[in-house]
């Protein structure tokens, strides 16, 4: 049987004694009904994963035992051949969190949301820090899902102008205009995808891109929903160049 996966932001040592946070034990106890002596796999970055047992649980709390370090941390980027930090345009209802879940488990590094010109979406500055929370969520389960150890860093949201990115990169703007499409090979393993939201990119924006050496790929003959581009192109660039 598959066990249940479980993030922890904080430190994981062999035999070590841990009480869950209250939001994990009652997902523990009351949506998966473990038990006593129950197993199960507790992960983060910095230590990896262990397997655990459950030692004492309630409705409310819930303590369990680290038996096993199953992974090491530096696991978690041994095997990954690619850096991929997504740019998504921000987009209204769950296309947002959809796009958020799939790229992580499709082996996103970084994800910068971005307003753009002819975005919809415009937070005021005391929902940021809401949204931020709710998406790094999102990553989070994404990961206990996909068998991730590393969770991917969400950035605030920024203008295209404010972006600062890595000069020896792979850079590609997702735009149905576009002439190019992605190269068969790469001489960089850090790959930055531009993608827009629902409206699509301006001229301006296209122009900056060019101008901060961006190529600009269509991926075929259809227009992608900017939920669905990400997770085509992510799927794309692991299959030529990365771990799938």
Known sequence: MRLSRVYLDSPLALNAVISLPKEIAHYLSNVLR???NDELLVFNSRQGEFR???TSITKRAVDIELLENMRAAHDATKHASLSIHLILGLSRGDRMDFAVQKSTELGVNEITPIYTEYGEVKLKPERVEKKLQHWQKIAISACEQSGRLDVPVIHKPLSV???SLCKNANKWMLEPS???SLPQSIAENNCVLLVGPEGGFSTDE???A???DFQ???LGSR???TETAPVVALAILQHKYGDM
């Open 52 to 54: 655990a047992r459950v």
């Open 34 to 36: 473990l038990r006593f």
């Open 210 to 212: 060019r101008s901060n």
């Open 206 to 208: 296209i122009d900056w």
């Open 223 to 225: 227009i992608l929903r």
């Open 178 to 180: 576009g002439f190019d």
């Open 216 to 218: 600009i790929v269509a």
């Open 161 to 163: 102008l404010e972006l």
